[in-house]
């Protein structure tokens, strides 16, 4: 099948389904999300679902001056992530999907709703998971207990993995993401995503649960690094949070 039929067909059965879903004939593909257009209260974020809400920033704008500066971070959270989740919102409304739902359900099946939906839902995904992956910096900040086992196992030592990861998010041409994920057979992986891309997505190259998410568009680190992206980088390691990224670890 050629890429124009195929990109057809795909067009047609998500126009299909969209159809029959908005007369509420029960489809599997997408059916879980068409509920009324009513405003339903958002689901908590509890640590590993994600809600269409933006949830409180776990620590100050400048709780992590030196390798991300106040200034950034308030930008970063207040406008560029709050639009994020803003517009996900106004598509959800505009395509029926039920923001009571998990976001990472919509994310599995985003192929079959709008640019707007993907760009958004993504945005504000990749951006409450990386504000949770950070905290303020400490001493001897290194993974711990399975995850730390895991890394040595997968990349060969922390630092081999860090390399790696390093070098996914400096390759990363434009703007996007560096993941650590696990794939379907619970093996740790690196990679990168364009845009707001992210492995939950079932249009993704790379696809697993996200580990551990690093931002790479210049509005992340351009007030304080410029056109400096490795050392930015080089720096966000002091502000990981290993603890939480263990504990997705043990979840996946
Ligand atoms: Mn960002």
């Not at 995850?147 to 390759?171: P, T, V």
């Not at 707001?196 to 551990?212: E, R, T, V, Y």
């Not at 998410?213 to 992206?229: G, S, T």
Request: glycine letters at 6%.
């Amino acid at each position: 099948m050629s890429k124009k039929n195929s990109k057809g067909r795909r067009e047609f059965i998500a126009n299909s389904l969209k159809s029959g879903l908005a007369i509420g004939i029960s489809m599997n593909a997408t059916g879980s999300f068409l509920q009324s257009c009513s405003p339903a209260k958002a689901v908590a974020s509890s640590a590993f679902q994600t809600g269409f809400d933006q949830q409180p920033l776990p620590y100050k704008y400048d709780a992590l001056e030196n390798v991300i500066d106040a200034m950034t971070m308030e930008i970063h959270y207040s406008k560029h992530a709050a639009a994020y989740s803003k517009n996900l919102k106004d598509a959800a409304m505009a395509e029926k999907v039920d923001a009571a739902k998990p976001l990472e359900e919509l994310l599995a099946r985003i192929s079959f709703f709008s640019a707007k939906m993907r760009n958004n839902g993504g945005g504000h995904y990749n951006h409450e998971l990386f504000w949770q992956c950070m905290r303020p910096k400490q001493a001897n900040n290194i993974p711990t207990g399975n995850l730390a086992s895991a890394i040595d196992k997968a990349f060969g030592s922390f630092d081999n993995f860090k390399k790696q990861f390093a070098d996914a998010g400096k390759n990363r041409f434009g703007s996007g993401w560096a993941w650590l994920y696990t794939d379907k057979d619970k093996n740790l992986k690196i990679g990168s995503t364009p845009n707001q891309d992210n492995p939950l997505m079932d249009i993704s190259d790379i696809k697993g649960f996200p580990i551990l998410a690093l931002d790479v568009w210049e509005h992340a680190y351009y007030l304080k690094y410029q056109n400096k992206r490795a050392d930015y980088i080089e720096n966000w390691w002091n502000v990981v949070n290993w603890d939480y990224v263990g504990q997705r670890f043990e979840k996946s």
